[in-house]
């Protein structure tokens, strides 16, 4: 079973395109014309093993809002796209990411009931050439169209680089982690519903 997907985006404010395989090796090719948004998504690329490609070119002129905005929206439908029925998925991660001073914890439920819950604070208000606000509002947009359940919490640290940089790592671990597939149920789904 192939489980890779293709999604493009385009809209007025910005044109986006993202190949996922989620049965990959961590390979990437991002270009989003945001540095630091680049760095990030290389570390969930990485740290899931999901090949991850983004290009995205948006109207960063106005501000980095909806560029950031739609690349979290349009990983998270090539990733809903790629798990389809979640057949054999473990559904359920949940990651502790160290980073020098820093604790952050992702748990993630693949559930197709988006819900994101945010506990990270931010003392400066920038990282790079982006807002720290922008970041809640890349991971909500990636949960809403993924369709999954995602608390992020930083328990602990100082530096606001490590705290952002440890949830997308802790998002990618719980990836990895959830996405697999436990060959013991490998044509069933996970829920006692029957479906997801």
Not at 19 to 37: C, H, Q, R, W
Not at 76 to 102: L, V
Request: hydrophobic fraction near 35%.
């Amino acid at each position: 079973m192939s489980r890779k997907a293709k999604i493009t985006r385009k809209t007025k404010e910005t044109s986006i395109s993202v190949a996922v395989n989620l049965d990959g090796k961590g390979k990437y090719k991002i270009k989003t014309g945001i540095g630091f948004l680049d760095h990030m998504l290389e570390q969930l690329s990485k740290h899931s093993l999901i090949d991850l490609e983004v290009k995205a070119k948006g109207d960063t002129h106005i501000d980095l809002h909806h560029t950031t905005e739609d690349t979290g929206i349009a990983i998270g439908e090539a990733i809903k796209k790629a798990a389809g029925n979640r057949k054999g998925i473990t559904r359920y991660a949940s990651t502790m990411i160290p980073m020098d001073e820093t604790l952050s914890r992702v748990s993630i439920d693949v559930s197709n009931r988006p819900y994101l819950i945010w506990k990270v604070n931010l003392p400066v208000e920038k990282l790079g050439e982006m807002d720290t606000e922008l970041f809640k509002e890349w991971f909500q947009a990636f949960s809403q169209s993924a369709g999954v359940t995602l608390h992020i919490e930083n328990i602990y640290g100082e530096n606001s680089h490590h705290k952002i940089e440890s949830c997308y790592k802790g998002l990618a671990r719980s990836l990895k982690d959830a996405l697999a597939i436990d060959k013991r149920i490998k044509n069933s789904i996970p829920s006692t519903k029957g479906s997801i």
